[in-house]
């Protein structure tokens, strides 16, 4: 896919969850994942896919030593499926480049398989996310200066399009509206009820 430098790619997980097969979403229903201490410094050293969704497996990650002090009470542990409150619309919400874990199972009373090995995970999650990335399911807004972009964080994914460095700093501010709450799966998960 061809496209100016710079720009932001989005593409919704409500369509990537609707691509999933039965099987992929009664897992994706049931389970849940957990993004490493300090995501960004986590896997700070190690390389994106070349479709900008997901990292190449080179065990580049930090250590969690190597991360320094966190609190456990902070390390995110959320539905692979987040169900809009208001549409009730499902999205297949996993951050790829940032869970250290994942919790599989097919139903809630199965216990679940826990998966602490990144590589096994992210070959679990390529197939299922790389269907969206199309031409036809992406959408690249240009935007001038002076542009909104507002898109819903628990739907959509975005992507910076590499910008070449001799063009300078690609500048974008972005402001986040925390949420009071976390979200939520279509069943109950354990670690975030």
């Known amino acids: 896919m061809k496209t100016e430098p710079g720009l932001t790619a989005f593409f919704s997980n409500v369509q990537t969850y609707g691509m999933m097969t039965e099987d992929e979403r009664q897992i994706a229903d049931h389970s849940w994942v957990e993004y490493a201490p300090h995501p960004y410094q986590w896997m700070g050293d190690c390389k994106a896919q070349p479709t900008g969704l997901g ?12 991360l320094g002090p966190y609190d456990e009470k902070n390390v995110k542990r959320y539905p692979m499926v987040w169900v809009n409150p208001v549409t009730g619309e499902r999205a297949f919400m996993v951050h790829g480049i940032c869970v250290r874990r994942a919790f599989l ?9 826990v998966v602490d090995d990144v590589a096994e ?3 679990w999650l390529k197939p299922i996310q790389e269907r969206v990335l199309r031409p036809d399911y992406i959408m690249l807004p240009k935007v001038e200066e002076g542009d909104v972009v507002m898109w819903a964080n628990y739907q959509v994914f975005h992507t910076a399009v590499d910008y070449p460095d001799h063009w300078g700093a690609r500048t974008m501010h972005q402001a986040n509206i925390g949420a009071s709450q976390g979200p939520v799966g279509p069943v109950p998960i354990p670690s975030v009820s």
């Open 121 to 123: 995970i992210r070959e």
């Open 105 to 113: 199972r097919s139903s809630e009373t199965e216990e679940p398989r």
């Open 55 to 66: 990292l190449v497996s080179e065990g580049k990650e930090k250590t969690l030593g190597e």
